[in-house]
């Protein structure tokens, strides 16, 4: 039992003595204490839950922020996006030729319907990470998730978080072009067993922090091997020979050796040359970039931090020297 002298609160005094006026006043002493602590001191008592929620928006700020960061580096935007014909920003994307056949890249807005609006995190991830479809069926490799399966799962999220902030469009997707068997998504699985090296990508731990982001920039996010490498008659990318150079990739024009090669790779570039190329496509004989690179150095690597473009620099420059084909630039 409590002691009757604690019972006894200021406002109870002035509510009255005991009885049942006495039990009606201590309870709106109570209140009225209570209230007390409610007004007199909400720092310590009411805001938790205000506090947790402020603190839930600015960290969903600084995720989509992320998000947005890595959407650039990721370069998301430029298949999913027609800009030629005036297309509405990734409501679905402009012709990707192939040899293959013709892709057209899907609606990624948040639109419930014809987006990926309903799509889970799970979902993305799993879309990201194997290639694989909300509703269970494979994507084609156009589709560079052979390279975004290297990413880590909160990056994906917070590019997901990213695209859910995006205007949603009612747009239907336009049916690929493509040559049998390339079509047939029901042979995906089987490809995949023989290429896709499911990720996240490891860390180095011989290496220094600015290389393992340098490789993480250049073969997870901005999938440069994609075009950088050639690929076998199935459309896989020779490992062995990655970033090497693809005297057929780019319509048949070619992209060059990535490694620093001296007669057909970057042996000769100074750092200084290769932050100039990624940060305003200027090549070291006065050249600009041509082709798909182009829109690369736009979208992706000119957006990108200066320490960022230092480490995929770094990365490059420390790849093992292979010999290619010379490959003639694209005009
Ligand atoms: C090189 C072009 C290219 C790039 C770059 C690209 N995509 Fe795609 N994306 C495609 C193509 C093509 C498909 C359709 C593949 C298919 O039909 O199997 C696709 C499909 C998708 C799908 C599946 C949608 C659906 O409805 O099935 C998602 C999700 C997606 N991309 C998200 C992204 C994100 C996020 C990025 C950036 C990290 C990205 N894409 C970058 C070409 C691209
Ligand atoms: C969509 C295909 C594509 C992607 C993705 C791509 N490149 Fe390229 N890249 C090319 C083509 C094509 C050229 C040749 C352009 C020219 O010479 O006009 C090129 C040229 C270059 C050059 C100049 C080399 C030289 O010898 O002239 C560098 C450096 C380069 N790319 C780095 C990168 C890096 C780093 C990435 C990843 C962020 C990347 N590329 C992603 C297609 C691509």
């Known amino acids: 039992m409590m002691p009757a002298s604690h019972d006894q609160s200021p406002s109870l005094a002035v509510n ?11 309870w709106l002493g109570m209140a009225s204490l209570l209230a007390g602590l409610v007004l007199t001191v909400p720092p310590v008592t009411v805001p938790a839950p205000a506090m947790a929620a402020a603190s839930r928006v600015s960290s969903q700020v600084e995720r989509v922020a992320r998000g947005q960061y890595l959407f650039d580096a990721a370069g998301c935007f430029g ?26 890249p899907p609606n990624i807005t948040p639109d419930p319907i014809y987006g990926i609006g309903n799509w889970s995190n799970a979902a993305f991830i799993r879309a990201l990470r194997h290639g694989v479809r909300a509703d269970g069926s494979s994507l084609f490799p156009a589709f560079p998730y052979t390279s975004y399966t290297l990413m880590d799962d909160g990056d994906i999220l917070d590019l997901k978080a ?87 990739g780019n319509g048949g024009a070619g992209a060059p050796n990535l490694t620093p090669e001296v007669e057909t790779g970057l042996g000769k570039w100074s750092e200084a040359d290769l932050l100039l190329l990624l940060e305003i496509g200027l090549k070291p004989d006065g050249d600009v970039v041509g082709g798909s690179m182009a829109e690369v150095v736009r979208n992706t690597t000119s957006m990108l931090t200066l320490a960022d473009r230092k480490a995929m620099v770094a990365y490059l420059r420390s790849l093992p020297p292979m010999v290619f084909p010379h490959v003639e630039p694209h005009r």
């Open 79 to 104: 298949c999913h996006t027609d800009e030629v014909h005036g297309g509405q920003r990734l409501a679905g994307g402009r012709a990707l030729d192939t040899p293959f056949g013709t892709f057209y």
């Open 162 to 248: 990213y695209l859910m902030t995006q205007k949603p469009v009612a747009q239907p997707n336009r049916p690929h072009e493509l040559k049998d068997p390339f079509g047939w998504r029901v042979l995906m699985p089987a490809w995949n067993l023989m290429y896709l090296e499911v990720g996240p990508l490891d860390t180095n731990p011989h290496q220094s922090a600015q290389w393992n982001r340098g490789q993480y920039l250049v073969r997870a996010l901005g999938h440069c091997g994609e075009c950088h490498t050639r690929r076998d008659w199935a459309g896989g990318l020779d490992q062995r020979q990655m970033l090497a150079g693809n005297p057929g």
């Open 16 to 26: 009255g003595g005991p009885g049942r006026a006495g039990a009606f006043g201590r």
